[in-house]
């Protein structure tokens, strides 16, 4: 087999650009534990429960669904990019 030689009059096919998703997770749970805080701090207090495990669990759960926010809008704007070539 002979290898395959692109010559200057083809076209090279342009790089596909695509969206960081990691990073659209990323943003998704720095600012879902911080609506969790937020939720704990404006939030009635539980009594069976002190400050500092109540405002780990709701940054927890908001980390959760930030990260699932965040990797559904990259992954769907990844798509939409992809379908706009």
Same mark, same amino acid.
């Given at each position: 087999? +002979?290898?395959?030689?692109?010559?200057?009059?083809?076209?090279?096919?342009?790089?596909?650009?695509?969206?960081?998703?990691?990073?659209?997770?990323?943003?998704?749970?720095?600012?879902?534990? %911080?609506? $969790?805080?937020?939720?704990? @701090? @404006?939030?009635?207090?539980?009594?069976?429960?002190?400050?500092?495990?109540? @405002?780990?669990?709701?940054?927890?759960?908001?980390?959760? %669904?930030?990260?699932?926010?965040? $990797? @559904?809008? $990259? +992954?769907?704007?990844?798509?939409?990019?992809?379908?706009?070539?």
């Amino acid at each position: 087999m +002979s290898p395959t030689r692109v010559t200057p009059d083809e076209p090279r096919p342009a790089p596909r650009r695509s969206v960081n998703i990691v990073a659209f997770i990323c943003t998704g749970v720095v600012l879902g534990v %911080i609506g $969790g805080g937020i939720v704990d @701090l @404006l939030g009635p207090a539980a009594p069976t429960y002190n400050n500092a495990s109540s @405002l780990a669990f709701l940054a927890a759960v908001g980390a959760l %669904i930030g990260a699932l926010a965040g $990797g @559904l809008l $990259g +992954s769907a704007l990844d798509v939409m990019a992809e379908r706009r070539r």
